[in-house]
């Protein structure tokens, strides 16, 4: 029997994935604007209403995005299920844990998930604590998902913690 081993690691297409929905709406929307506006972008018409959703959709995905690319720069997760083991590699350290070893497992994500209304709400992410208060990620940017996944690979369940933004 083959062992089952998940290699977790932040990649530019799942970036793209995220990102992809607000860009397609974005586009659509300004492409509308431009069809009935003739190319007219200095009318408060189209500014007022860009800068509002920049500030209160845009923006936020953005820095979201920013901040997941950030905190798991080169952090790479391996996921052993046979031998109920997780390692990880970041800034040059290799650390291998037992499940056993996990002290506490915990999921943010956004109040809007699953609405498709807000272009940041797909932006989550999970923390695993272990007994020795070591902490790693595994955010969006790490796995499609992953609120369907994690809690099967690791056989345990999360406590969820709702936040306007879930930065990591």
């Given at each position: 029997m083959e062992a089952k081993k998940y290699v977790i690691r932040p990649s530019l297409k799942q970036q793209f994935l995220?990102?992809?929905p607000m860009l397609l709406?974005?586009?659509f929307l300004i492409a509308v604007y431009v069809h009935y506006m003739n190319w007219n972008f200095n009318a408060i018409v189209f500014w007022i209403p860009?800068?509002?959703?920049?500030v209160m959709d845009i923006g936020p995905a953005l820095a979201?995005?920013?901040?997941?690319?950030?905190k798991t720069s080169r952090l790479i997760i391996e996921i052993d299920e046979e031998l109920k083991t997780i390692s990880y590699t970041w800034h040059n350290t290799k650390r291998v844990f037992s499940f056993d070893d996990i002290s506490a497992l915990e999921y943010y994500t956004s109040f809007g998930r699953g609405t498709g209304v807000y272009?940041?709400?797909?932006?989550?992410?999970?923390?695993?604590t272990f007994k020795d208060q070591t902490q790693i990620p595994i955010t969006s940017l790490m796995m499609n998902k992953i609120q369907k996944r994690v809690e099967p690979l690791l056989g345990m369940k999360a406590e969820k913690n709702p936040t306007f933004l879930p930065f990591v």
């Open positions: 995220l990102l992809w709406r974005y586009v860009f800068s509002i959703l920049f979201l995005n920013i901040e997941y690319s950030i272009s940041f709400e797909n932006y989550r992410y999970y923390k695993i």
